[in-house]
């Protein structure tokens, strides 16, 4: 995309809205019976969805909620969840979601590693130890919310070097220490915008919503509420449960994990999916075997997602998913994306390097330490820490990550490409590759396997069937059999 061309795309969403709360007064405004969202509780217009935000906005300006605090929102998946973003939004504070599912004394680390000033939540003993929290109850709102106070000044806002703060979220910290990523009202006008107009959401779609809300929030529920999607939570893993609410509510798209895509395609209940138009999946990479049990069950191709947290959704296989199952994609037509080597300089198509990623929507700084995005950027360019290669016709392929990649003796491996290869032998549910330090050669490659169903394993086979499909220096010396494997709470396998 050139300049000009950026430029017009930029000033073409200036003109539309400015804040992101007013995406919900104008699906309001143009859907008001139409239902917004369907969960436990039932069924959600567009119209009351505006209504109790605008409540709950209301309760937390009495409580001394303004512009720029730093406000948490502790909720599980569902309209509260939902409600509680929007009214966060409304206050002009800078809004970060937190994982319910976290422990509480990883609840409190956030809290005090993200400044926040004030902590909004569904159950009253959620929240710090040390603070109290406010009962908010009103006859608009379902549900009783409770709020906490920090210690932190109010005058003092979160993230001061960066004007219009939004929204944050913390990276996962699969590959170092955890950053707080802000990003501006603008910004996310802008992602969504550009992510759209690739996947071509409407009002006549509804999606079926499985992932965690608190690590998916930006190129998904605030893009639904744009277009007047209907969001039908299903907070349950179970194959059964999935079938059960696309065909009630007739969803069009399922964005799920490779976990969730898994379960559906071992299903064997016959059920079909008459109403389903897109399967995405994202969070982690897809084997080409998965998705082909996908294909082969509901005769739906699986298309695979590069989404990152700094850029949003950049690439995506749509293209070619039959045909390469594996490949992340291509860069949508608002992006454009680059293979880089060590000197950050273009490699040729087919050679492996860094995955980099330039266009509209870009992070706008880190919270920890404070950094403004354009001491972040090189030459323009996102470096994600993505080893990557790209073909001749632009198709994306991810490889590994450059801090994980294990040294054997100077040969390169990346994990991946290891534990795609494991997870396809017979007996094995989940794996996990990493480097295990070794006198002579440095770094050995090591495996972390879990059976199916307890099934006996035997390591020697394991190894026999990685030297018929990888190169000598890539098959695991070490394998271990472990009950479980750690995740992040966004769906990664939690590295060492």
């Not at 039932?42 to 209504?51: C, D, H, I, M, N």
């Not at 009214?87 to 609840?107: T, W, Y």
């Not at 003092?156 to 950053?179: D, N, P, V, W, Y």
């Not at 998705?291 to 947290?309: D, M, S």
Request: proline letters at 3%.
């Amino acid at each position: 995309m050139n300049s000009i061309n950026k430029e017009k795309f930029k000033n073409e969403q200036i003109k539309q809205v400015k804040h992101l709360f007013q995406l919900l007064e104008n699906a309001a405004q143009k859907w008001p019976e139409k239902i917004a969202i369907y969960d436990q509780e039932g069924e959600l217009t567009f119209a009351s969805l505006l209504q109790q935000s605008l409540e709950l906005k209301s309760h937390l300006t009495k409580q001394g909620v303004q512009a720029g605090n730093g406000l948490g929102i502790l909720f599980k998946n569902g309209r509260h969840f939902i409600i509680a973003l929007f009214a966060g939004l409304a206050c002009d504070a800078l809004v970060m979601p937190i994982s319910i599912q976290q422990k509480k004394k990883e609840i409190e680390e956030s809290i005090k590693e993200a400044k926040l000033h004030f902590v909004l939540s569904e159950k009253s003993d959620a929240l710090l130890n040390n603070i109290s929290s406010k009962r908010i109850k009103s006859s608009e709102l379902s549900l009783n919310y409770f709020l906490a106070q920090t210690k932190k000044n109010t005058a003092e806002a979160t993230a001061e070097f960066i004007e219009q703060a939004a929204l944050m979220r913390f990276t996962s910290g699969t590959t170092g220490q955890s950053k707080g990523v802000i990003l501006r009202h603008q910004s996310v006008l802008e992602r969504i915008k550009a992510a759209n107009e690739h996947l071509q959401l409407n009002e006549s779609d509804r999606v079926l919503w499985v992932l965690p809300m608190a690590y998916h929030f930006v190129v998904s529920i605030v893009l639904y509420i744009k277009f007047g999607i209907g969001i039908i939570v299903c907070n349950s893993f179970l194959a059964k449960d999935i079938l059960a609410q696309v065909n009630q509510h007739k969803g069009t798209l399922l964005y799920a994990s490779p976990t969730h895509i898994k379960l559906l395609a071992a299903d064997k209940s016959g059920t079909k999916l008459n109403h389903l138009k897109t399967v995405i999946s994202t969070t982690s990479g897809i084997t080409s075997q998965m998705c082909v049990k996908f294909h082969e069950r509901y005769n739906l191709p699986v298309t695979q997602a590069f989404g990152i947290i700094e850029v949003g959704l950049p690439i995506i296989n749509r293209k070619k998913s039959a045909e390469f199952p594996e490949a992340v994609g291509y860069a949508l037509s608002a992006y454009e994306v680059g293979i880089l080597d060590e000197n950050n300089e273009a490699l040729p198509s087919g050679q492996n390097g860094q995955l980099a990623i330039k266009g509209p929507g870009m992070f706008d700084g880190y919270l920890n330490p404070p950094i403004p995005r354009a001491e972040v950027l090189v030459k323009d360019w996102f470096l994600t820490g993505d080893i990557a290669v790209k073909n001749e016709d632009g198709l994306i392929s991810i490889k590994g990550r450059k801090k994980q990649m294990i040294n054997v003796s100077g040969n390169k491996v990346f994990p991946i490409e290891v534990e795609k290869v494991i997870n396809q032998f017979q007996g094995i549910e989940q794996s996990r590759v990493y480097a295990f330090k070794h006198a002579l050669l440095g770094e050995i490659v090591a495996a972390e396997v879990i059976t199916k169903d307890g099934d006996k394993f035997a390591a020697e086979a394991l190894i026999a069937y990685c030297q018929k499909y990888l190169s000598g220096f890539k098959v695991p010396q070490k394998i271990t059999v472990v009950d479980q494997i750690e995740m992040t709470g966004s769906g990664k396998i939690k590295r060492r």
